[in-house]
């Protein structure tokens, strides 16, 4: 069930401030809080989607597509394409999302190393 107060809701709502990247109407980027990286975004939705799954079976395909071009665009801006980065989307329990609002992460900047799991 989606929560209308979560903390991207609030930040789509501007009852919280962000350091905005990129937007357009189906997508909002800015910068992650807690950065771990020398670039860190995060790209939203701006509808009320908890998970790519919820997305993917309930958005419209002007969202689903206009949710793409967002991070291809926010890629775009932060000029990220040539030396490449890292998208995440952390999913459910298991995943340890923490917001219950869908969204990627964007990483690069520096080189960010191998990709570490814990088993
Ligand atoms: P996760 O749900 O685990 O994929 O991660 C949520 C991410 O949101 C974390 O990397 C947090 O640092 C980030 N975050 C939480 N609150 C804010 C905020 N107000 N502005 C920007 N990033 C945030």
Known sequence: MYDNDNIF???????????????GNYFLSFYDINPKAN???LVIPTGPYLNLHDFAQNASQAEQIGFWQGVDET???LKLKEN????IMNTGINGRQEVQHLHIHILGGNDIGPMVVKR
């Open 84 to 87: 490449g980065y890292r998208l």
């Open 75 to 77: 890629l775009e801006t």
């Open 9 to 23: 809701a609030k930040v789509l709502k501007e009852e919280i401030p962000c350091k905005k990247v990129a937007e």
């Open 39 to 41: 670039t860190h975004v």
